[in-house]
C-alpha cells in the first residue's frame, strides 16, 4: 500500500489562469474522490469516479471544474479561468467499493492571486 | 441529506488529561460514522468507524468513540492525551444505504495539548 499520491503539493498561479492537479489512487481502489477544503471547514464532495465512469457530481462543481479518470487510474481535475474564490486544498481519496473507508492524499494547496 | 455538528471549534486539555471531542449527526437512514485526524500541511487518516454492531468503536492512538442512535452522537474520546495528539479532527458521515459511500464532514475541531 503505496498510499494516495497528489500533484502538485503546492500551486500558485494568477486570476484567470489554468491549473491541473493530478492524484494517483491506491492501485486496487475502484473508487477515487475529489474534495475540497478551504480554510477552517470540513472536506465538501466535489465529484467520484467509480473504474472510469463519473457517478457523482457536487453543485459546487461549477463548469469550470472538470475531472477525469481515463483507464480507470489516475485522475485529473482541472480548473480553467480560476478565481480567488478557487483558493483551498484539493483533497483526493480513493476505496474500495462497498463502503470501505477512504484514503486520503495530502492534498494539493492552490493559491490564486 | 444528512449533516455533521461538531460542537466546539477548538479544544484545549493538559497532557495527560482526558480528550472529549463532540460529534452530532442528522441522517434519515442508518449511518456510516467515521473519525478522520488531520496534522498541518497532510491529508486526513482514519482514527475509526462505526458501520454496524458494537456500537462501541476503538480506533488507533487509544481513541474510542460510542455510536448513540437516541443521541445522534458519535462523540470521540481517549483516557489520556499526548502531546502528538495535537491536531484537527474530522467527524463525517455516510450513507449506509446508498451506493457510493461519499462522506459529508463536520467543519473540525481543532485540539490543543498543554503541557
Known amino acids: 500500500d503505496t498510499g494516495v499520491s497528489q500533484n502538485p503539493r503546492h500551486k500558485i498561479t494568477k486570476r484567470g489562469q489554468n491549473v491541473t492537479f493530478r492524484c494517483d489512487p491506491i492501485?486496487?481502489?475502484?473508487?477515487l474522490y475529489w474534495y475540497r477544503q478551504t480554510l477552517g471547514q470540513g472536506p465538501e464532495f466535489l465529484t467520484y469516479?467509480?473504474?472510469?465512469?463519473?457517478?457523482?457530481k457536487s453543485r459546487l462543481l461549477s463548469d469550470r471544474f472538470s475531472a477525469e479518470r481515463p483507464k480507470g487510474s489516475f485522475s485529473t481535475l482541472e480548473i480553467q479561468r480560476t478565481e480567488q474564490g478557487d483558493s483551498a486544498m484539493y483533497l483526493c481519496?480513493?476505496?474500495?467499493?462497498?463502503?470501505?473507508?477512504?484514503?486520503f492524499g495530502n492534498g494539493t494547496r492552490l493559491t490564486v492571486t | 441529506a444528512q449533516s455533521v455538528t461538531q460542537l466546539g471549534s477548538h479544544v484545549s486539555v493538559s497532557e495527560g488529561a482526558l480528550v472529549l471531542l463532540r460529534c452530532n449527526y442528522s441522517?434519515?437512514?442508518?449511518?456510516?460514522l467515521f473519525w478522520y485526524v488531520q496534522y498541518p500541511n497532510q491529508g486526513l487518516q482514519l482514527l475509526l468507524k462505526?458501520?454496524?454492531?458494537?456500537?462501541l468503536v476503538k480506533g488507533i492512538n487509544g481513541f474510542e468513540a460510542e455510536f448513540k442512535k437516541s443521541e445522534t452522537s458519535f462523540h470521540l474520546t481517549k483516557p489520556s492525551a499526548h502531546m502528538s495528539d495535537a491536531a484537527e479532527y474530522f467527524c463525517?458521515?455516510?450513507?449506509?444505504?446508498?451506493?457510493?459511500?461519499?462522506?459529508?464532514f463536520g467543519a473540525g475541531t481543532i485540539l490543543r495539548v498543554k503541557s
Open positions: 481519496a480513493s476505496s474500495f467499493l462497498d463502503n470501505s473507508p477512504l484514503h
Open positions: 492501485s486496487e481502489h475502484n473508487r
Open positions: 469516479f467509480q473504474n472510469e465512469a463519473q457517478l457523482e
Open positions: 441522517s434519515s437512514v442508518p449511518p456510516y
Open positions: 462505526y458501520t454496524t454492531g458494537a456500537t
Open positions: 463525517a458521515v455516510s450513507d449506509a444505504l446508498e451506493y457510493g459511500n461519499k462522506l459529508v
